[in-house]
């Protein structure tokens, strides 16, 4: 799984990103559940989640401010 290209983000509506919104934030809790249990996964996938996230957290909040004004 490599990292996501910005460009794939803004062909996204406001419903699928608040979709993958939600499946990342689960993800991420997912490989933190993992990491106290002190179960084995893979410490780059956290980065990149974390990453995805905040792209398209900033892409939502971009689209948001262009509706307000």
């Known amino acids: 799984m490599g ?3 910005y460009s794939t983000i ?7 990103i608040n979709v993958e919104m939600v499946k990342i934030e689960k993800e991420i809790f997912d490989l933190r ?3 106290a249990t ?9 980065k990149n989640k ?10 939502a909040r971009t689209l948001l401010d262009k509706e307000h004004k």
Do not use: D, I, M, W
């Not at 803004?10 to 699928?16: A, P, Q, V």
């Open 3 to 5: 990292l996501s290209q």
């Open 10 to 16: 803004t062909s996204l509506s406001n419903e699928e």
């Open 33 to 35: 559940f993992k990491k």
């Open 38 to 46: 002190r179960q084995n996964y893979k410490l780059h996938e956290l």
């Open 50 to 59: 974390k990453r995805k996230l905040a792209q398209l957290k900033t892409f």
